[in-house]
């Protein structure tokens, strides 16, 4: 399969501070991959150089095979881009914004016309195509966006905070539209710090911390290497602790147990071991009274991450 | 590094949109009603005086721009006064006004050059202006066919056109300050205001300044020779304002008597028939260095906006 995007060393400094300080990044072509980080991560520093609309200081980017900043016009051909808060022209109607973006595509004709029509159809904003921007709400300001992104049929889309302010309910229309873009084949790059609606629709994610990426992988195996364990199984048991406790230890996949409450465990496993832990209560002689497992979250992930290396920097400031 | 691709990929496109915009929107409508109220008053006040006095000036026509009846000044002086105001009008929020929208980002991530973004807003300025400015002088002309009742000579024709010429480069260097300050600072009101402190600076404070400049920091050698360097310095100091410039050009352009834009010597008038016009040719050849300043400031400016515009900061 190849890279939609390839970047290597990728450094950008403003003055002394550097926003992004030497990334790699490969997204595969077809998928949709999620940048995650805190505000001022250096998510938006690094859209801005895929699309070539900022110069990296160090490093290469290839976007689709090409060099975004001495091929911009191909780039922004085949790559469709949504910045944060997006804006459009308060005057004129989603038809004119929409007329406007795509002659400064290239398009025209009856070929943009008809463009226009199937992306807002898409994006379910055909009621209002001849409304003014103005009286736009947040939500169709952010699928307007969309479908600006759609027009140009690109081969990536870049979507910068695609679902911040939004309601939960047009939260979940737009990732649903998300998913749309990807069973079209388009490659999806998202950021966000919204970290469950990224786990809903991404195959992979990158974690951003100070400008570098320090995680990258599908959420499971990012949550096996922060978490010890991608999946957390509670078993209430009655019977021996000491003996439940180390025959559960004993199951192949299993990272750690921790005793909690009395009669509780809590077992951090690689798999759904749920039916191992149910024989291995009952083999060490135990009555399991309930069993649950939890999936890993990126919020723990996330937060387990920013905890430990919160802790190293408090360490390296003492 | 090359970039491949043309510069010019959508400048088309910013152009249709921008002088749409400028042209159907509310505050070129109050500078142009602004103007033609000025302009209707200042050519009624004209074509009175001129009916008063019965002469025989070759270019009676043309005095329909420069003549000043009490308490009402010229059209010239008007559009003076006025062209900047216009001119800072359509370009004060080019730039920072896109970054305010939050539109600019997502208009450079269509496959054009910033280049195209700015050229072609330039042009939709100086397009709008040339077509507000055309109207005018159609207006003023048709104005004056039906108050003083005779047609313009061809001469008149001509020069009432490099007189538009005139007035469209002269909008173009207010144009280019306004870009350049809408590109400098991202309030589009402070690069309003700053635009149009530049404007009362020049148009003011200027001719208040230059003579205290000169005497300052001026030649200062006794004698005549000495009062002649002073005045051609202090004539050089003024011109820096375009708003002289654009004076001394329309005065030479619309007045063929004119001879000489500065200081004279006698010697120098030695044969010539004072009074009698020039041809069209001399009185161009007269505000050549007027029109070729006023293009290099528009250039200048521009070149500056141009570099800003192309190494900044593009994210919100």
Known sequence: MSLAVEARGLVKRYGAFAAVQGLDLAIEEGTVFGLLGPNGSGKTTTILMLIGLTEASAGTVRVLGLDPLRQPLEVKRAVGYMPDSVGFYDELTARENLRYSGKLAGLSGSELERRIDAALERVRLAHAADQRVKVFSRGMRQRLGLAEVLLKKPRLAILDEPTSGLDPQATHEFLDMIRGLKADGITVLLSSHLLDQVQAVCDRVGLFHRGRMVLEGPVERLAREVLGGGYRISAEAEGNAASIAAALARIPGVNGVEPDEPNRYRVSAERDLRSAVAEAVTGAGGTLLSLGMQRPTLDEVYNEYFRRSGGEEARHAA | ?316
Do not use: C
């Open chain 2, 1 to 316: 590094m090359r970039r491949e691709g043309s510069p010019l990929t959508g400048v088309a496109t910013v152009l249709a949109k921008e002088t749409a915009d400028h042209l159907t929107s509310i505050r070129l409508w109050i500078l142009e009603g602004l103007i033609l109220l000025a302009a209707g008053g200042a050519v009624y006040a004209a074509s009175s005086r001129i009916r008063d006095t019965v002469s025989e000036d070759p270019f009676l026509f043309l005095t329909l721009f420069t003549v000043a009846r009490d308490p009402l000044p010229s059209f010239v002086v008007f559009l003076g006064f006025l062209v900047p105001l216009i001119s800072i009008a359509l370009g004060f929020d080019a730039v920072n006004g896109e970054h305010s929208r939050r539109t600019l980002s997502r208009v450079l991530a269509q496959p054009i050059y910033r280049d195209a973004l700015l050229i072609g807003k330039f042009l939709a300025g100086l397009l709008t202006l040339a077509i507000t400015f055309l109207t005018l002088w159609l207006l003023v002309i048709g104005l004056g066919l039906v108050v003083l009742g005779l047609p313009p000579s061809g001469e008149e024709v001509l020069r009432g056109f490099v007189f538009l010429l005139v007035t469209v480069a002269y909008g173009g260097v207010w144009l280019a300050l306004a870009m350049l300050f809408s590109v400098l600072l991202r309030q589009q009101a402070t690069a309003a205001l700053a635009a149009l402190a530049v404007w009362l600076l020049f148009a003011v404070f200027w001719s208040m300044l230059v003579p205290l400049a000169a005497e300052a920091v001026g030649p200062s050698a006794p004698g005549p020779f000495g009062d002649a360097a002073r005045a051609q310095f202090q004539l050089g100091l003024s011109r820096v304002s375009p708003n002289v410039l654009f004076a001394e050009a329309t005065l030479a352009i619309l007045n063929p008597a004119t001879r000489a834009l500065g200081p004279v010597f006698f010697s120098q008038l030695e044969g010539a028939i004072l009074g009698a016009p020039l041809p069209l040719g001399q009185s161009l050849l007269l505000i050549w260095p007027q029109l070729a300043g006023l293009a290099a400031a528009v250039i200048l400016l521009f070149t500056v906006a141009y570099v800003v515009f192309q190494r900044q900061e593009i994210r919100a």
